[in-house]
């Protein structure tokens, strides 16, 4: 069997050899953890679990990244052991909860493998097993997981650099298994698929949807723009914890309604100076300035609000029409 692939920088065209791939895999050393057999359908799972037709990417780690993760921690992310149960392979209804132990450990090891000098660990091995083993596997794999990302936080600057939670990353395994199946029956001539809504998709008013995470974590993430958009209303200078901003350990930013900040990035020491021995003499102005300020950060914080909820519609949306 062969199957073309597509070049766009060339015309000439390139064909693939699926039986000499499949035989490659199969006296392949490196995926020793997997049997023989089974490691084409390990191939076909890493593939689909990486950003498929309906699973989606992970932003900033293509597949040529994951692939290599895979093969250099093969051991560790399919041991299928007592100690570290489950491997990609396993995707049917019986087996995917093992199967998305396998998945964390890929994952983690893909977030943690790319900030290495995060951790003062030799692999990703060697943290998972600082989390003992006295607990049940599901909760020591998310304490991991979660601990990869705190870890990772401080140096990202954007949320979607980040590891997904695992409630999110359960559903897109689920995802992974219902394309499994639905592969796995490519060549029936009639074939029943297994039913979305219990493997990663809802249905919302007659039309089916991504059920991308856990409610009560999507609360979380909107209390936390809800923070960073109010800010603090600060009229003493930002200078002691009573500030929510220091407090929280941050600058100021463009949500506070603050008077004489002296936690913004942009404060210069000798101005911080003048503006405190002006503070008297413009007490009053400076009380009015600010009630004006509050007034039109009121009307700007609706519209930012609003233009949020439309950025993440347009989002959703065009996420859905791409799967
Ligand atoms: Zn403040
Ligand atoms: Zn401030």
Known sequence: ???????????????????????????????????????????????????????????????????????????????????????????????KEKGFL????????????????CFPFESPRAFLNSFGSGIDSRMQHKAWLECICNAIWERTEFEDELPPSVEALWRHWLRT??????????????????DVTCFGWKVNDGSLEIDWEDQSNIAKVRDRVKLLLRGCSCKKG????????????????????????????????????DI??????????????????MVIDEEDRYSTDQESDMNSLATDDSDIESV
């Open 1 to 95: 069997m062969i199957v073309q692939l597509n070049t766009y920088t060339s015309l000439e065209y390139k064909y693939l050899d699926m039986d000499q791939l499949s035989a490659a895999l199969t006296g392949d050393p490196d995926l020793a953890a997997i049997p023989a057999e089974a490691r084409p359908k390990f191939m076909q799972s890493l593939f689909v679990c990486t950003g498929s037709d309906f699973t989606s990417f992970f932003s900033g780690l293509g597949k040529a990244t994951f692939m290599r993760f895979a093969y250099q921690h093969n051991t560790f992310i399919n041991a299928n052991s007592e100690q570290f149960p489950g491997s990609l392979v396993h995707t049917t209804a019986d087996t």
């Open 102 to 117: 396998a998945f964390i450990r890929l994952v983690g090891t893909a977030y943690y493998s790319k900030h290495r000098t």
């Open 177 to 194: 298994c219902w394309v499994s199946d639905y592969w796995s029956k490519a060549i029936e001539n009639c074939c029943n698929v297994l």
């Open 238 to 273: 930002c200078d002691t914890r009573r500030c929510s901003c220091l407090k929280d350990g941050k600058k100021c930013g463009p949500g506070c309604r603050c008077c004489n900040c002296q936690n913004s990035p942009a404060v210069h020491d000798a101005e911080t100076h």
């Open 276 to 293: 405190e021995e002006e503070e008297e003499e413009d007490n009053e102005a400076s009380r009015q300035t600010c009630q004006n300020v």
